[in-house]
Every structure is written in C-alpha cells, then in structure tokens.
C-alpha cells in the first residue's frame, strides 16, 4: 500500500491579528483563509496535515540576524516604519512569525517531517536594523542562520515572490553555505536584484511587466539546475502569491497552476529533501493568495 502524503502546518489563529490598516494590502485573514482552504483541500486529495503550533522568537534568536537595537526597538517598544505609532501587538505577531518559521525548521531538523509549512514566514525584505516592505523580522534569514552555523547544513532558498527577495539575500549573502535565487519583476519595489553575484552563491532572475508561467519555470529550472551543483540539505521556498496576473502589487501573470506546478517541480527534484515553505507576499487575501499557498503546500508533500 502507498504511503499516504503528510506535511507539518504551523499554524494559530493569532495570525488573523496582521492588520497594518483597514485599508493596507497586507491583512492577517489571508492565513486563516490559507489554512482553511488547506484543511478542505487535503481531504480530497488524502494528505494528512499535521498541525503546530508557533512561539515566540527569543531576542536572541532575533539578535542572530537583527542588531540589538534594532530588535529592541520593535519589541519593547513596539516601532516599526511599516505601521502607525505604537504597536506592541504587532511586534508580538512579528516575532510570533519569525518563531513558528523556527518551530518549522526543528520539525525538519528533527525529522519529523520533510515538508514544513509556514503560511506568514519568508519576510523576506526585512534588513539587519530596519524593517521593509511589510517585513519585520527575516525569519529565514534566522532559520538558515540555525540551519548553517549550528547544524552544519547548507541551504538553498528559492523566492518566486514578484518582489526581490533582498533582505534574505543581503543577510545570508556572506555565508557559502547558503544559495539564494528569487525570480521577481524588474524595476519594482525594492528595485533590486537586477544581476547575479555567483561569487556569494546569489542568483537573481529579473523579469519583465507581463511575463507569465513560462517565464516563472524557466526561472526555476536553473534553480534546479544550479541548487543540484550545490548539494542542499535543506530548501526554503518563499513561496509569495503576488506574481499571480490578478495581484494588485505587481505585473507578473502567473497563474495559480503555474505557480503551484513551480513549486511541484521543486519537490520532485529534491524528493528527500526537508523543505521550508513560508507565503512571503500575496495580496488577495480572500481569493487567489490563500488558494496559491493551499495548492502548493500540498503538491509539495512527502
């Protein structure tokens, strides 16, 4: 008899709470959406979802990637210049965020799993002392941080997110046990990533207004092609729905099916590998973003 598929989810309804503004393109529900739209698809297609639940992020797990004072200032006096005025309910969620991407990486280093899913992880603009494009803490960056120095891995971080992964790029960078490749729009926020930087094991895929699935796989294949040289034992996924052609943020058109067979041929290249998926950006809370993440989570089930 086949094995049935399974995968890890960290999830709680705390994310709901991930509102900048009423009227922000970022709101927590698309989480909640996500995992329910999880839990209904795995019944049709029998893959069991085992639940997890996120923790706090300690400050000096934050400390790892984030400078002390940059830390201190989101999380004892809740500042960040992505939101208005004093929130110490966001800096709790942001570091809840960054701790259930941890709690995700145990589960892989354990091996209690080889697929971890993390509906609000891949923050991937946040910089060493400041916060970016919605992103507070780079929660990848601390886990591949882990991953590398304390457990001797290495690490390849595909971002298929329409936005340049660049502060996971610039945070991970100087370390050669760790690969990073993001395929994304040229010339959008943040305006990066424009060209490679083999020497530090950074690839960037710049496309252009109107590209779509092609453009996405061809993007990924020398992902696969690349990550194959450099003998990973671990993959992240930033795995942003906002290349997708409806997304208000960008002027990708992806597809779902594109974005999800994206994902799919990752798993199929590295089969036994552990796998990080975190959601990165997606901007249609109810429709598209939580259905992307669902679908891809499940066709990269082990």
Not at 86 to 97: E, G, H, Q, T, W
Not at 250 to 266: E, F, H, N, P, Q
Request: net charge negative.
């Amino acid at each position: 008899m086949k094995a049935k598929k399974s995968l890890h989810l960290i999830h709680s309804p705390e994310h709901a709470g991930w509102i900048f503004d009423a009227a922000h393109p970022t709101q927590g529900r698309r989480y909640i959406n996500a995992y329910e739209k999880l839990l209904s698809l795995a019944k049709t297609c029998d893959v069991e979802i085992v639940e997890a639940t996120p923790r706090i992020a300690t400050e000096s797990e934050l400390e790892r990637v984030h400078s002390a004072y940059y830390v201190d200032s989101v999380l004892n006096e809740g500042l960040s210049s992505e939101w208005e005025g004093v929130r110490p309910d966001m800096a709790r969620l942001a570091s809840i965020f960054a701790g259930g991407t941890l709690v995700a990486l145990d589960l892989l280093l354990t091996g209690a799993t080889k697929t971890a899913i993390h509906f609000p992880g891949a923050k991937h603009h946040a910089q060493k002392d400041w916060s970016s494009g919605f992103c507070i803490f780079n929660d990848f960056a601390i886990a591949v941080d882990i991953a590398t120095k304390d457990h001797g891995l290495k690490v390849a971080i595909l971002d298929i997110d329409g936005h340049h992964g660049d502060g996971t790029e610039n945070l991970t960078k100087d370390s050669p046990m760790v690969m990073t490749f993001s395929i994304h729009q040229y010339g959008i926020f943040p305006g990066t990533g424009a060209s490679d930087e083999e020497e530090f094991g950074v690839y960037n895929e710049a496309l252009l207004n109107g590209d779509g699935d092609e453009k996405l796989m061809k993007g990924v294949d020398r992902f696969i092609e690349l990550a194959k040289r450099f003998h990973p034992e671990m993959v992240f996924i930033a795995c942003g729905a906002d290349g997708h052609e409806e997304d208000p943020l960008t002027r990708l058109a992806y597809s779902v099916d594109g974005i999800v067979a994206a994902c799919a041929k990752v798993r199929e290249s590295f089969s036994t590998t552990p796998i990080l998926m975190g959601g990165a950006g997606g901007y249609l809370p109810d429709t598209r973003t939580p259905e992307v993440w669902a679908k891809a989570a499940l066709l990269i089930a082990v």
